[in-house]
T-cell receptor, first 115, second 114 residues
Framework: AQTVTQSQPEMSVQEAETVTLSCTYD???????LFWYKQPPSRQMILVIR??????QNATENRFSVNFQKAAKSFSLKISDSQLGDAAMYFC????????????FGTGTLLAVQP | DAMVIQNPRYQVTQFGKPVTLSCSQT?????MYWYQQKSSQAPKLLFH???????NEADTPDNFQSRRPNTSFCFLDIRSPGLGDAAMYLC?????????????FGPGTRLTVT
């Protein structure tokens, strides 16, 4: 069965510093997509970044980048120059080739940003 | 702004009393989803609609039903809520049923069962 594991329930970072959130997944598939979603307090979840398993190049979106290690089944999120608005719950998620649009989420990492 | 709207944001119901949660979207997306998110747990897909085609997850209890009367609206009906159904319910949409398609989420409805 496909599973997603986020081993850090909570993380904290100083404003302007860099933080890395960890995610590992278990799958026997070779073709899939990985996502990081952000859920700010009392607000809707939004997509931060996505990665296709076949692409070797790590995805980057402004201050957000991923370190995708396919062999290790690892998909970490790096947030550079952290801002107060980055404080949120971050979910790692996965869609595999056998499911058209079923996101399988990890349990989330709650990120606090200290001023 | 185009968005996904969920009403109400907070819902309290009694044990066994039917309750309906509402979701609407102005994105004109083909796919609408309902997720259940219990405290400190990952969101879990209950079912989704692709246009009018209903797709139920195998482990979704029969107590949960859904209706999509038109493109814009989708409802989650809980026929006889139990204490274990207390959770945040998230509605989401996507343009197409593609794996890489971004899902757009509403703010959620927090359901309390007394």
């Amino acid at each position: 069965a496909q599973t997603v594991t986020q081993s850090q329930p909570e993380m904290s970072v100083q404003e302007a510093e860099t933080v890395t959130l960890s995610c590992t997944y278990d799958t026997s598939e070779s073709d899939y997509y990985l996502f990081w979603y952000k859920q700010p307090p009392s607000r809707q979840m939004i997509l931060v970044i996505r990665q296709e398993a076949y692409k070797q190049q790590n995805a980057t979106e402004n201050r957000f980048s991923v370190n995708f290690q396919k062999a290790a089944k690892s998909f970490s999120l790096k947030i550079s120059d952290s801002q107060l608005g980055d404080a949120a719950m971050y979910f790692c998620a996965y869609i595999y080739s056998g499911a058209t649009n079923k996101l399988i989420f990890g349990t989330g990492t709650l990120l606090a940003v200290q001023p | 702004d185009a968005m996904v709207i969920q009403n109400p944001r907070y819902q309290v119901t009694q044990f066994g009393k039917p309750v309906t949660l509402s979701c609407s979207q102005t994105l004109n997306h083909n796919v609408m989803y309902w997720y259940q998110q219990k405290s400190s747990q990952a969101p879990k897909l209950l079912f989704h609609y692709y246009d009018k085609d209903f797709n139920n997850e195998a482990d979704t209890p029969d107590n949960f039903q859904s209706r999509r009367p038109n493109t814009s609206f989708c409802f989650l009906d809980i026929r006889s809520p139990g204490l274990g159904d207390a959770a945040m319910y998230l509605c989401a949409t996507s343009r197409e049923a593609l794996r890489q398609a971004e899902q757009y989420f509403g703010p959620g409805t927090r359901l309390t069962v007394t």
